[in-house]
């Protein structure tokens, strides 16, 4: 009998600005954001090299915005992973903020 393969979980992690997802309880990979007023501005994607190729990027990012969704928060997409996914996922087309020069200066100093 062959073992089931281990379902992803995405939780937010609020102290540290992030999204994660896990792999039977590792960490695979994370979404980080700032929080601008109402806006949610996600500047960094990354899954680790062990867990490329199965669409964890992906379902990481589709919980994330979903989440942003019910928060009642609007999407500014500086990362370029999640500014891809949106070009494909017009459903969230309703809460996204365009990435302007004073975010990305708030964004710069707020990360300093």
């Known amino acids: 009998m062959t073992q089931p393969f281990p379902v992803p979980s995405v939780e937010r992690n609020d102290e540290r600005h992030r999204y994660e997802i896990r792999v039977d309880g590792v960490r695979a990979g994370l979404t980080a954001f700032r929080d601008h007023g109402v806006q949610r501005v996600f500047f960094h ?3 680790g090299e062990a867990y490329a190729g ?37 459903e969230f087309a309703d809460i996204t903020d365009p990435v302007t020069p004073d975010v990305l200066q708030w964004l710069e100093a707020e990360l300093a």
């Open 54 to 90: 199965q669409g964890l990027a992906g379902r990481l990012v589709q919980e994330a915005l979903t989440d942003v969704r019910k928060l009642g928060k609007r999407i500014v997409p500086v990362c370029p992973y999640v500014a891809k996914f949106l070009k494909s996922h017009e």
């Open 45 to 47: 994607t990354e899954v």
